[in-house]
């Protein structure tokens, strides 16, 4: 997106280097990666950063406002209610689509927003390492507070952590080691000295949940949630000592009724020009847009793409039985942007906040990025090309 850095990166980039930095992650990681890392990190011009800032801080106004709580109240399942909710979320994550506008300028197009945790850990060690092995300017900077790479993980661990012992404070997860983003877990654990724990190896005694760390039963205090109900829901055999609706003496960093709150299902109560026309599927009362090509279908509350029809029929929506789950939205127009030796790219930003228990509005923390050249922006779905998959952002300054 920028010129002549772009130029720059390419005339160095070899396929023996990107071969080099993917090596770097197994060693420093073995048997953890596992997605797609692209060739290339983005490079991200002043213009669309501030559009980009502007965007969320529109919607974070929304998000601190008094009545907020209550306008999202029906967005939590009954049956997924979770006690004693905090305050607000710890984090947020804003996906954007990279356009133009008509006068062909940058331009950021809302796609979602989570009340939930992203791989906080893991951009941090990619910027770097990006950083270390490929041409990045030194003026061009990765994560908002101009933190050091050491007080960058000092900021996630007064989040995450806060005044707890480590030891009463877990990363929680299903089966994590069988999860894509367990790479992040492993560098989590790594910088703040927190165990990843499966959840079905929680015993719960009263009010209180147990964990064995190096053989040695000990409390939990503190939870880093990155278990989604979803996947619960696929292991209806699931053995666990207790759920997540249980009356626990716990600290939830990223509480769970959050992620209901905080996701597609405020989208519809945005309004800026970074966000599509957006309204849940309920409000049609089965008089559907004719032009439904332009049109996509996404499920309130699933995660990582799943659920979501690019190609909706009026049949299909006719035939939701549930359609105060989903909302339907206006397409945007992903604009390659990103020059590879073989051609353009799409990407997608994700803007990375971090809210600390005291902080009155969130704070920008970092960035990821995914790169595309499918339908589809997620790592999932680009497994068999090149100069797609995961990336990093780095931003002018």
Not at 79 to 104: G, K, M, W, Y
Not at 157 to 183: G, N, S, W, Y
Request: proline fraction near 7%; include cysteine.
């Amino acid at each position: 997106m920028i010129p002549a850095v772009r130029a720059s990166y390419n005339a160095a980039f070899s396929e023996e280097k990107y071969q080099h930095f993917i090596n770097t992650i197994h060693q420093d990681w073995p048997n953890q990666l596992d997605y797609r890392v692209a060739e290339t990190p983005i490079f991200v011009p002043t213009s669309l950063r501030e559009k980009l800032t502007e965007a969320c801080e529109s919607f974070i106004d929304t998000i601190v406002a008094p009545d907020f709580k209550t306008k999202t109240d029906a967005a939590i399942p009954p049956h997924q209610r979770v006690p004693n909710e905090t305050v607000h979320s710890h984090f947020l994550a804003i996906d954007f689509a990279v356009c133009q506008d008509e006068s062909s300028e940058y331009s950021p197009q809302l796609i979602e927003l989570q009340g939930f945790p992203s791989i906080f850990a893991f951009q941090g060690y990619l910027s770097e390492l990006y950083k270390s092995q490929f041409p990045v300017p030194d003026s061009y900077f990765w994560n908002f507070g101009h933190y050091t790479f050491d007080s960058y993980k000092e900021k996630l661990k007064e989040v995450i952590v806060a005044d707890e012992d480590p030891a009463h404070c877990i990363l929680l997860e299903i089966f994590p080691e069988k999860q894509k983003t367990r790479l992040d877990f492993a560098i989590t654990e790594a910088y703040l000295g927190i165990k990843t724990v499966c959840y079905t190896q929680i015993t719960k005694e009263g009010r209180t949940l147990y964990y064995k760390l190096n053989g040695v039963k000990t409390p939990i205090k503190r939870i880093y949630n990155r278990l989604i109900f979803d996947e619960l829901a696929s292991y209806p055999d699931l053995k666990a000592d207790f759920s997540f609706t249980d009356d626990l003496d716990v600290t939830w960093v990223g509480h769970p009724n959050w992620f209901f709150r905080i996701s597609k299902y405020i989208l519809p109560l945005l309004q800026s020009p970074y966000v599509p026309e957006t309204h849940y599927l309920s409000k049609y009362q089965n008089k559907f847009p004719q032009n439904l090509e332009d049109y996509v279908l996404k499920p309130l509350f699933s995660f990582a793409g799943s659920g979501v029809n690019l190609h909706p029929t009026q049949e299909l929506l006719a035939g939701i039985a549930d359609p105060e789950n989903f909302i339907l939205q206006k397409k945007v127009r992903y604009q390659p942007v990103i020059e590879a030796p073989d051609g353009l790219v799409k990407c997608e930003i994700r803007m990375l906040y971090v809210w600390p228990d005291n902080a009155p509005r969130p704070q920008l923390l970092t960035s990821l990025s995914r790169l595309s050249r499918g339908e589809m922006i997620g790592v999932r779905y680009n497994q068999d090309f090149t100069w797609v998959g995961g990336t990093a952002c780095f931003f002018e300054s």
